[in-house]
């Protein structure tokens, strides 16, 4: 599903009797990312050097933390999340990929061939935090 050529990835059509329907990648990326983001154990997406302007900016990135790539009948996402500290991260990762899958499918008829989670770091209270910002000053 790679794109060599540097083209644009055109969203995902789909023709019906009445006309075509598109669904753009990034509708799928927020799809995921929100479905992920609910669970209980994920602290939030990690977001790389562009993710982390637009937020600074003041837009919401809904699809922070995610990849996918799109074809016209299956995608394949990957997911850099954080988790909370204390869980057990495997069952947190089998959960977002189960989620994940689940909402991209329900929603937008395509097949998620893959669902790739890679962790980037653990998330601690905020109590924990505000404690350790004491005992530094």
């Given at each position: 599903?790679?794109?060599?050529?540097?083209?644009?990835?055109?969203?995902?059509?789909?023709?019906?009797?009445?006309?075509?329907i598109?669904?753009?990648?990034?509708?799928?990326?927020i799809i995921?990312?929100?479905?992920?983001?609910?669970?209980?154990?994920?602290?939030?997406?990690s977001a790389?050097?562009?993710?982390?302007?637009?937020?600074?900016?003041?837009?919401?990135?809904?699809?922070?933390?995610?990849k996918?790539?799109?074809?016209?009948?299956?995608?394949?996402?990957?997911?850099?999340?954080?988790?909370?500290?204390?869980?057990?991260?495997?069952?947190?990762?089998?959960?977002?990929?189960?989620?994940?899958?689940q909402?991209?499918?329900?929603?937008?008829?395509?097949?998620?061939?893959?669902?790739?989670?890679h962790?980037?770091?653990?998330?601690?209270?905020?109590?924990?935090?505000?404690?350790e910002?004491?005992?530094?000053?």
């Amino acid at each position: 599903m790679e794109n060599n050529n540097k083209e644009k990835v055109l969203p995902t059509k789909k023709e019906t009797r009445l006309g075509s329907i598109r669904i753009a990648d990034e509708v799928v990326s927020i799809i995921a990312g929100l479905a992920a983001t609910e669970l209980d154990g994920i602290a939030g997406m990690s977001a790389g050097l562009v993710g982390g302007i637009a937020e600074i900016l003041g837009r919401k990135n809904f699809a922070k933390g995610v990849k996918v790539e799109v074809g016209e009948k299956e995608a394949a996402v990957d997911l850099y999340i954080i988790v909370k500290y204390g869980v057990r991260i495997p069952d947190v990762a089998l959960a977002a990929q189960e989620n994940v899958k689940q909402a991209i499918e329900t929603m937008t008829g395509l097949s998620v061939v893959e669902v790739n989670v890679h962790v980037q770091g653990v998330g601690f209270p905020e109590e924990e935090e505000k404690e350790e910002e004491v005992r530094v000053r």
